[in-house]
């Protein structure tokens, strides 16, 4: 909740920006001016996008991490690895995480054809 409200904050300093730089051309302001403007959008542009990107990739990972840990309940292959994700993932940085995405789905993947093959025999 706490951070949809600092992301639609953000969002309002964007349109607020946004529609000052429209009036400066409609006042026709110097071009350097404008291009402050554009500079300063683009900051808090992607303060806003990469904020948004980290909250996106975590809940994702959290959600993958509960996955296997439910499919895996401590004997399988992965057993080791997927408790070392779970205790480290509240600290890991962004780019950790977006890499470890792919370890999970891996896992994942692994994790299905091993309980669709225990299931069929």
Known sequence: ??????????????KGQIDGIEK???????AEEIYIQFKAIEGHFQKTFHGLLE????KNLALKIVKVMNACPGNCRDAEKIEFIHR???KMEIKKVANI???????EKRLENLNQNGMSQ
């Open 88 to 90: 480290e993932f509240p």
């Open 24 to 30: 400066m051309i409609d006042n026709e302001r110097d």
């Open 55 to 58: 909250d996106i990739l975590r």
């Open 101 to 107: 995405i792919s370890e999970i789905n891996d896992i």
């Open 1 to 14: 909740m706490e951070e949809t409200k600092k992301l639609k904050k953000q969002l309002h300093i964007i």
